[in-house]
């Protein structure tokens, strides 16, 4: 079945720096790789996500990169504001979209400092 | 606003005690998800509904059962909990749970507390 490895499980930046977050997935079939932002008190919140089509795409601030033949995918978050503090969490299909469902990696928990 | 709703917010519960948790969804999916969060660990996939049919049981103790009597609603009945228990319910709901391929919209979840 599928793993989703995630890092690193915490990231402190300045405001107004980069982050990256990054994924590592074991099914070469999977397709589908979203990224969640999760805010204290709330549920998780899809606010990117990338077939395998692509090998980049980028909304505002943040874009996310995938390199299928090493199996990894990355957050990117540019001009980091306060804001961007939440835990994050990529995912992945398992066994390979049949059937499958999404799993989840550990989490990153950025946090932001003004 | 996320489209959808969980109820209640926070749950405090004596191992002995039975209660459940609701979930609506506002968005027109078709599937709909249980998932637990603990502290630590990744999400942790329960239940999945398909067109009110369960497509997948992960495992879980039979001290939980879930329902769906419709493709809005999904509740999970919750009846003689242990201490380990203790964690945030996720409810999720997506367009197509066949394919793990659909974005997923999450609820804020219920906060359970097992005393």
């Known amino acids: 079945g599928e793993n989703v490895e995630q890092h690193p499980s915490t990231l402190s930046v300045q405001e107004g720096d980069s982050a990256v977050i990054k994924c590592t997935y074991s099914d070469s079939a999977s397709n589908y790789f979203p990224w969640y932002k999760q805010e204290l008190g709330k549920g998780p919140q899809l606010i990117i996500d990338i077939r395998s089509n692509v090998g980049e795409k980028k909304d505002q601030r943040i874009a996310v990169t995938l390199n299928k033949t090493a199996k990894h995918f990355s957050l990117h978050i540019t001009e980091t504001q306060p804001e961007d503090s939440a835990v994050y969490f990529c995912a992945a299909p398992r066994e390979g979209n049949q059937g499958g469902k999404l799993i989840f990696g550990q989490g990153t928990e950025l946090s932001v400092k003004p | 606003e996320t489209g959808v709703t969980q109820t209640p917010r926070h749950l405090v519960m004596g191992m002995t005690n039975k209660k459940s948790l609701k979930c609506e969804q506002h968005?027109?999916?078709?599937?709909m998800y249980w998932y637990k969060q603990s502290a630590k660990k990744p999400l942790e996939l329960m239940f999945v509904?398909?067109?009110?049919?369960?497509?997948e049981n992960n495992s879980v103790p039979s001290r939980f059962s879930p329902e769906c009597p419709n493709s809005s609603h999904l509740f999970l009945h919750l009846h003689t909990l242990q201490p380990e228990d203790s964690a945030l319910y996720l409810c999720?709901?997506?367009?197509?749970?066949?394919?793990?391929?659909?974005?997923?919209?999450f609820g804020n979840g219920t906060r359970l507390t097992v005393t």
């Open positions: 999720a709901s997506s367009q197509g749970a066949l394919l793990g391929n659909s974005p997923l919209h």
């Open positions: 509904y398909s067109l009110e049919e369960r497509v």
């Open positions: 968005l027109g999916h078709n599937a």
